[in-house]
C-alpha cells in the first residue's frame, strides 16, 4: 500500500520555524520527485517546493524562495521542507505527494503527482 505520511505541523508565531516531514512507503522512492503543496480552504492547492530523485535539484514557489529548504534523505524514505521566517500568510495545510521524473518541468501542478498524503496543519499567528 503506497503511503505518504506528513508530520511536523503546528502552531508557531510568525518569524517563527517549523520543519515538516514526508515518510513515504509502498513505492521505489528513489525513482519518484517528492513535491510539497499547500492548501487554503476556497483555493487551489498551490505547489510549494519540489525536490528531484536523481540529481536533487530544488524547485521553489516565488513566494517561499529564501525562506523554505527542501530536502531528502533516500536511506529513510523521507523528504523535508525547513520553513523559516514563517508569515501568517503560510498558514494551511501542506500536503506531500509523490511525481514521475519525467513531470518534474510541470512540478507545480498537481495533476502530475501519483500519490498524495494527507497533510498537516500548519498555523502561523500574527
Known amino acids: 500500500e503506497v503511503q505518504l505520511v506528513e508530520s511536523g505541523g503546528g502552531l508557531v508565531q510568525a518569524g517563527g520555524s517549523l520543519r515538516l516531514s514526508c515518510a513515504a512507503s509502498?513505492?521505489?522512492?528513489?525513482?519518484?520527485?517528492i513535491g510539497w503543496f499547500r492548501q487554503v480552504p476556497g483555493k487551489e492547492r498551490e505547489g510549494v517546493s519540489c525536490?528531484?530523485?536523481?540529481?536533487?535539484?530544488?524547485h521553489y514557489a516565488d513566494s517561499v524562495k529564501g525562506r523554505f529548504t527542501i530536502s531528502r534523505d533516500n536511506a529513510k524514505n523521507t523528504v523535508y521542507l525547513q520553513m523559516n521566517s514563517l508569515k501568517p500568510e503560510d498558514t494551511a495545510v501542506y500536503l506531500c505527494?509523490?511525481?514521475?521524473?519525467?513531470?518534474?518541468?510541470?512540478?507545480?501542478?498537481?495533476?502530475?503527482?501519483?500519490?498524495w498524503g494527507q497533510g498537516t496543519q500548519v498555523t502561523v499567528s500574527s
Open positions: 505527494a509523490a511525481l514521475p521524473p519525467r513531470h518534474v518541468i510541470n512540478w507545480k501542478f498537481a495533476w502530475v503527482y501519483d500519490y
Open positions: 509502498g513505492f521505489t522512492f528513489d525513482n519518484y520527485a
Open positions: 525536490i528531484s530523485s536523481g540529481d536533487g535539484s530544488t
